[in-house]
């Protein structure tokens, strides 16, 4: 019901793109979140955006590099990245939460396949 799109790999300081398509539940009514897991670390968010009012939410270590839309429309959220560094490398993940002041994975209900982002030197 989630499908991630946009991974690859990137030098640093180059950019890239990251798609997240939903079907299968009313998304305008999700929270939608971004997730990374490196190998031997636990998954982390990155980014959230509400379902209420679009307000975005970012942990520190990607505000001013990276930037959340969604598209009720279209059903899909985009993670812009900006200024990649070699610890940026991780799986990404694309999440849904009915709830929109909670950034704990077990929190969100619907998980996309996860998309691979290297960052070479």
């Known amino acids: 019901q989630l499908q991630a799109s946009g991974g690859g790999l990137v030098q640093t300081g180059g950019s890239l793109r990251l798609s997240c398509a939903a079907s299968?539940?009313?998304?305008?009514?999700?929270?939608m979140g971004w997730f990374r897991q490196a190998p031997g670390k636990e998954r982390e968010i990155v980014a959230r955006?509400?379902?209420?009012?679009?307000?975005?939410y970012y942990a520190d270590f990607v505000k001013g590099r990276y930037t959340l839309s969604r598209d009720n429309t279209m059903k899909m959220v985009h993670l812009q990245m900006n200024n990649l560094k070699l610890e940026d490398t991780a799986v990404y993940y694309c999440?849904?939460?009915?709830?929109?002041?909670?950034?704990?994975?077990?929190?969100?209900?619907?998980w996309g396949q996860g998309t691979q982002v290297t960052v070479s030197s």
């Open positions: 299968g539940f009313s998304f305008s009514n999700y929270a």
């Open positions: 955006i509400t379902s209420s009012d679009g307000r975005e």
């Open positions: 999440a849904a939460s009915r709830s929109d002041y909670t950034s704990a994975p077990a929190n969100f209900r619907f």
